[in-house]
Structures are given as structure tokens and as C-alpha cells.
């Protein structure tokens, strides 16, 4: 059974930082491209990051680059999201995604592109 476990969300105010975590069970995600996508109240989701199979290529959403950074470690299976200087509009559920193959790099940060995808975990931001 393929499962994808997010962790690291919580509570911060404006400015701080959070780091996620994406760990999965019964995948091998090490060939496969990853992203993070998040989703608020009302409002459509949004791929913010996403990493190539061998951790190379990155691509960003215009409203996280500079500040997000995605990450892997192919020995532990896992995906890491770091993110600096949080803003209210951060506030969503964040979920990470596997591929079925490397990325798609007309369309790499579409959630629907995804074959598996995570239960979330909450990031808020307080001004």
C-alpha cells in the first residue's frame, strides 16, 4: 500500500519558517518527480514546488520562489519543503504528490499530473 506521510506544519506568525516533510511507504520515490501542492479555504490548488528524480531540477510557483526550497533524500525516501519568511497567504493545507515517472516539464506544477498524493498537514500564518 503506497503512502504518502506529510509532516512539520503548524502555527508561526508572519516572517517565520516551517519545514515539511513528505515521507512515503510502499513507493520508491527515489525515480520519481515530487511535488508540493497546497490548497486554502475557498480557493483552487496550487503546485508550489516541485523536484526532479534526482534532485537536479527544481521548479517554484512566482508566489513561493525565493522564499520556499524543495528538497529530497532518496536514501530515506522522503521530500522536504522549507519555508522562509511566511506570509498570511501561505496559510493552506499543504500535500505532496508522486509521479509515476519523471517530471513533466510543460506542466510540472499541476496536482493533476500526480499519481499519488498525501493527506496534508496545516500550515498557518498569523500576522
Known amino acids: 500500500q503506497v503512502q504518502l506521510v506529510e509532516s512539520g506544519g503548524g502555527s508561526v506568525q508572519t516572517g517565520g519558517s516551517l519545514r515539511l516533510s513528505c515521507a512515503a511507504s510502499?513507493?520508491?520515490?527515489?525515480?520519481?518527480?515530487m511535488l508540493w501542492f497546497r490548497q486554502a479555504k475557498g480557493v483552487m490548488r496550487e503546485g508550489v514546488a516541485v523536484?526532479?528524480?534526482?534532485?537536479?531540477?527544481?521548479q517554484y510557483a512566482d508566489s513561493v520562489k525565493g522564499r520556499f526550497a524543495i528538497s529530497r533524500d532518496n536514501a530515506k525516501n522522503t521530500v522536504y519543503l522549507q519555508m522562509n519568511n511566511l506570509a498570511p497567504e501561505d496559510t493552506a493545507m499543504y500535500y505532496c504528490?508522486?509521479?509515476?515517472?519523471?517530471?513533466?516539464?510543460?506542466?510540472?506544477?499541476?496536482?493533476?499530473?500526480?499519481?499519488?498524493w498525501g493527506q496534508g498537514t496545516q500550515v498557518t500564518v498569523s500576522s
Open positions: 504528490a508522486a509521479h509515476a515517472q519523471g517530471c513533466n516539464w510543460f506542466n510540472p506544477l499541476s496536482p493533476g499530473e500526480y499519481f499519488y
Open positions: 510502499g513507493y520508491t520515490v527515489g525515480s520519481v518527480c
Open positions: 523536484i526532479s528524480p534526482g534532485g537536479e531540477t527544481t
